[in-house]
C-alpha cells in the first residue's frame, strides 16, 4: 500500500534487542537483517518530526515467562542485562523518541507494548492515530503490538520488510501477518513510503 507519513503518525519499533539477535539468548533467526530497513524508517519518520517509540522486553530474573519459573521461554532481556541492550547497530534518535519497557513484573508476561505501559497514553498526548510497526518477533510481540492497538481504536501498518519472526511452528509468522490483515491492519514496505 501506498502511503504519506501525515501529522498523527507515530513509528513503534519492536524488541530489537541482542538477545533476539543470531546468537542471543532468544535468536530470531534473520533479525541481524532487518536492522538497517529499521533504521531507514526510523529516520524517515525523524524527518518528519514524527514521534518514534521503542519497545524493550525487560525482565526481572525471576519471571514467570522464563523456564526455570515454569514458563517456555529460556531466560532472555533480564532487566539491564547486555542481553537486554538494543542491538549496538540499531539507530535510536537523540529527540522524539521514547523507550517502552514491557514484562516487567514478575508475574505476567507482556507481549504487547501496551500491556502495563504507557505507550497508549503517550500515542494519545500526541494525537497519534495511526501507528507504523517493526521489529521481532513477528508471531509474537509485533503481532501482540499491533493487535493491541487496533484494538484500541488506532490504525496499524505493518511494515512487512523490516519484522521477523521465530517460526517455532513452521507458517506461524505466516499465520500471523494474516491475522493482522483479518484484524485491518495493511502492510506497507520502504518503497511505498519514500
Ligand atoms: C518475545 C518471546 C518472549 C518477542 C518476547 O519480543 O517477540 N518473544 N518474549
Ligand atoms: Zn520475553
Redesign the pocket.
Given at each position: 500500500m501506498k502511503a504519506k507519513l501525515c501529522q498523527r503518525d507515530a513509528l513503534v519499533v519492536?524488541?530489537m534487542q541482542r538477545d533476539?539477535m543470531p546468537g542471543g539468548a532468544?535468536g530470531v533467526d534473520g533479525a541481524d537483517t532487518i536492522v538497517e530497513r529499521v533504521n531507514e524508517y526510523t529516520r524517515l519518520f525523524e524527518k518528519a518530526s514524527l514521534p518514534v517509540f521503542f519497545t524493550r522486553?525487560w525482565h526481572p530474573k525471576t519471571h514467570i515467562?522464563f523456564k526455570r519459573n515454569g514458563g517456555v521461554?529460556p531466560e532472555?532481556?533480564v532487566i539491564g542485562s547486555d542481553g537486554a541492550a538494543f542491538d549496538e547497530r540499531l539507530y535510536i534518535p537523540s529527540d522524539n523518541r521514547f523507550i517502552i519497557s514491557k514484562?516487567d513484573s514478575e508475574t505476567f508476561?507482556a507481549?504487547s507494548g501496551f500491556q502495563g505501559t504507557t505507550l497508549e497514553a503517550l500515542l494519545q498526548e500526541r494525537g497519534v492515530n495511526r501507528v507504523f510497526i517493526c521489529g521481532?518477533?513477528t508471531d509474537?510481540?509485533?503481532k501482540h503490538t499491533l493487535l493491541g492497538a487496533e484494538n484500541l481504536g488506532f490504525r496499524t501498518v505493518l511494515l512487512i520488510d523490516a519484522v521477523k519472526g521465530?517460526d517455532i511452528k513452521r507458517g506461524d509468522s505466516e499465520a500471523a501477518v494474516e491475522q493482522m490483515l483479518m484484524r485491518g491492519s495493511v502492510l506497507c514496505s520502504i518503497d511505498d513510503l519514500a
Open positions: 519492536v524488541d533476539f532468544l522486553d515467562s521461554w532472555h532481556c514484562g508476561d507481549y521481532v518477533a509474537y510481540c509485533v521465530v
